[in-house]
């Protein structure tokens, strides 16, 4: 990509990061992370439970602070009060667990509520809003309490509440985890438009054919980053992957498991067109030998 | 391998706060028959009723509205019924793991349930280390660890730990696989699939995951809209691409691969539902 000559929008470095430090068992949850994020860029970050994936989430948008070492947002030091508000405008973050975002007792109040703290004045509002719920297939619920829907739909009001405030980085922790399939392509559709009018997107998530949309794909073990790189490297990598006990999608272990039988079908393919394209040629090549 | 119908749902009808402006329905008369000893999928769009539909299983919610539900032979809308009973053979594990976890460690969380059901300390300590290997947590290290500072995957294991610690003879999982890692998802269906397979206990998995769904279980229903609109085995289901896709739901990655192959004129001998069907059907495939 070319982002060598560009700033990053995001910063961390010799991040260090302990909860309950002054107990007798802290938890130390990041342990020394170094990462930039360039505008524009589609970050995934994989990585077992408790590795420090919403930990470090919790640092790009100023919710936490670090322990040791610093996070920089469009240059803005997170360790600096002053600048929390400017960040929290400019990073909008889905949380992993809804209820603790669902603030409003009305689901279009709820989505209203980011933007109208950044000052969003009223007809803009509404737009706003409006696209919003549109986007995640919720204005037929505008009306409803957001503690009284199902999992999923809680799920979507939080993403919707998310993206009205336009953030420049939107963080998505694993915030398709309870969304049908329809429903989690319809979202991924919406992030890859988003990001493709600019909005940087750094998504956390389990689901390996999730992250082979990024442009980059970052997996954290034990508070550390220990791979990093675009999908079809880090996904090629099968045998490292296995060793830490990660997952390839399904299409890129059938794209594998044909390659160790037969060395000239390609080991890197990602997607299902990309396989069943592959499949078709070699059956129909056959056909005319 | 179907023995005697362990849960039976006719007609069912449930509406949230009905009667006021704020009612919802969230089931129009479902018909469902999960029967003892099998392992079974409910799918459905977000919305679709299955959180509602399960909560009847074990008799967190009871019949009030048109609908009949027996469980274990049992009327769930007799009003003498003995619940407690039915909720030990019977565990649910929600999906919101939060509204399940109460106690302020770990080890005690898991234990309460045992501790009802009065099990002796030591009795008590080894069926909690069971059911926290069976969800992948080690013993030492999260028995003593404050269940609110937890990460979001080792919550929910914490929550399926403590309804696994009751041993329930049929297990009723709303979505517990997601928000696992890979490593500890995959564990944790071999388990599941062993608890099944070995000791006959009745699975009943609710999932948006159609991966973990082609992999564990027997048969599927789908619900839409508060209803049933397709059962059948999980071959079958997954055989009918373009239905589930009405319904807002898909099928497993291998599976579309082999869909799209037939789009294509090219058909594999069967639908494969693993990696390790297709990797076996495409290699037939090519070299046929
Ligand atoms: N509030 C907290 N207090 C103490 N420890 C915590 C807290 N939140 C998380 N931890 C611990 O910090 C570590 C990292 O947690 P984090 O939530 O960042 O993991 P994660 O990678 O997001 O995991 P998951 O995939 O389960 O969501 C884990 O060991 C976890 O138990
Ligand atoms: N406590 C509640 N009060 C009012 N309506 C509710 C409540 N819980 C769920 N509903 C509504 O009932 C319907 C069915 O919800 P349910 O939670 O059973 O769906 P679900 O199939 O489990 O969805 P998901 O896949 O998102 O978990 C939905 O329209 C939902 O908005
Ligand atoms: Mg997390
Ligand atoms: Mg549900």
Redesign the interface.
């Known amino acids: 990509m070319s982002h060598y000559n560009r700033e990053p929008i995001i910063k961390i470095e010799g991040l260090h990061f302990y909860y309950n430090p002054q107990s007798e068992r802290p938890v130390h949850a990041l342990r020394g992370v170094d990462l930039e994020i360039y505008p524009g860029e589609y970050v995934a970050i994989v990585g077992h439970n408790g590795s420090g994936k919403s930990t470090l989430a919790k640092h790009i948008n100023a919710l936490l602070r670090p322990s040791a070492g610093d996070v920089w947002v469009k240059g803005m030091n997170t360790r600096n009060p002053a600048h929390r508000l400017a960040i929290r405008s400019t990073v909008g973050m889905v949380f992993q667990n809804p209820d603790n975002q669902l603030v409003a007792t009305v689901v279009e109040q709820d989505v209203a509520f980011g933007p109208e703290n950044l000052g969003v004045a009223e007809d803009e509002l509404r737009a706003r809003v409006e696209w919003a719920l549109g986007v995640v297939d919720m204005l037929d619920y505008r009306h409803r309490p957001p503690h009284r829907l199902s999992a999923g739909q809680k799920q979507r009001v939080a993403i919707a509440g998310a993206i009205a405030m336009k953030p420049e980085v939107l963080v998505l922790d694993e915030a398709t985890s309870m969304l049908d399939p329809e429903g989690r392509e319809s979202v991924l559709a919406a992030v890859r438009r988003l990001n493709a009018e600019g909005t940087t997107i750094v998504a956390i998530t389990h689901a390996m054919h999730e992250a082979a949309q990024a442009h980059r794909v970052v997996v954290m073990e034990a508070g550390r980053i220990v791979m990093e790189g675009p999908p079809r490297c880090i996904f090629a990598r099968v045998a490292e992957l296995r060793a830490l006990q990660l997952d390839v999608p399904q299409v890129m272990e059938l794209s594998y498991w044909l390659n160790q039988r037969d060395p000239t079908f390609p080991s890197d393919l990602l997607f299902v067109q990309e396989l069943a394209d592959e499949v078709e040629r070699r059956v129909n090549s056959r056909g005319q030998l | 391998m179907k023995e005697r119908p362990l849960i039976q749902i006719s007609d069912l009808h449930h509406t949230?706060?009905r009667g006021t402006p704020?009612a919802?329905t969230a089931l129009r008369g479902v018909n469902m028959t999960i029967y003892k000893g099998e392992a079974v999928g409910i799918i459905?769009?977000?919305?679709a009723g299955k959180?509602t539909l399960v909560q009847y299983f074990n008799g967190l919610l009871r019949p009030t509205q048109p609908g009949r539900v027996i469980v274990d032979g049992q009327d769930m809308s007799d009003p003498h019924l003995d619940v407690r009973s039915i909720r030990q053979k019977v565990g649910l594990v929600f999906?919101?793991p939060?509204q399940q976890l109460f106690e302020r460690l770990v080890g005690d969380d898991i234990a309460f349930g045992p501790k009802q059901l009065g099990m002796e300390p030591a009795a008590r300590r080894e069926r909690v280390r069971w059911a926290m290997e069976m969800v992948g947590l080690d013993f030492e290290a999260f028995k003593d660890r404050f269940t609110f500072?937890?990460?979001?995957?080792?919550m929910r294991?914490v929550a399926l730990a403590g309804v696994l610690a009751l041993r329930p003879e049929v297990l009723v999982l709303d979505?517990s696989t997601?928000?696992?890692?890979?490593?500890?998802?995959?564990e944790l269906l071999e388990r599941l699939l062993r608890l099944h397979q070995d000791h006959g206990v009745t699975l009943v998995f609710v999932s948006?995951n159609?991966?973990d769904v082609a992999e564990l279980v027997e048969r599927v229903y789908v619900m839409y809209e508060g209803r049933v609109v397709m059962s059948g085995t999980t071959r079958e289901i997954f055989a009918r691409p373009a239905e589930l896709?009405r319904y807002?739901?898909?099928v497993?990655?291998?599976t579309?691969?082999a869909h799209?192959?037939a789009a294509?004129g090219?058909r594999l001998h069967r639908t494969p539902l693993t990696?390790a069907e297709?990797?076996e059907e495409?290699?037939r495939?090519?070299n046929s």
Do not use: A, C
């Open positions: 949230y706060l704020l919802v459905g769009r977000t919305g959180s999906q919101h939060e500072s937890l990460s979001g995957g080792e294991k979505e997601s928000g696992i890692d890979p490593r500890g998802r995959r948006s159609m991966e896709r807002g739901l898909g497993p990655q291998v579309e691969v799209t192959l294509r090219i990696v297709g990797v495409i290699w495939t090519l």
